[in-house]
């Protein structure tokens, strides 16, 4: 993919931060990572906008039990201490 520089404006304690968590060398590519999420997030809550039109908004049980994986790994990875991803099994 060809790739072209650009001028960005960040916070500065969140951009050193970054820069000291995954290097200089590899700030460009965390980066880009980090927009791509955000631009699949946005696409993702035009859907559920156009899914909620067409068929209701999603039941509270229903975004209740959709919650229950995300806080485990969450409570996992704090208590991991916060500086690696959380070990997943291959058979899950």
Known sequence: MATKK???TL???LAEGIRGEVGPGAFSAYVTRAVER???HDRL???VGRLEGEYGP???ADLAEG???PRE???LFDEQGGGAEPHRSEAA
Do not use: M, N, S
Request: net charge negative; hydrophobic share 30%.
């Open 67 to 69: 919650e229950v994986e």
């Open 73 to 75: 790994i969450e409570q």
């Open 38 to 40: 955000q631009r699949e």
């Open 11 to 13: 916070p500065e304690e």
């Open 58 to 60: 999603v039941a509270d």
């Open 45 to 47: 809550g035009k859907l």
């Open 6 to 8: 650009y001028t960005v």
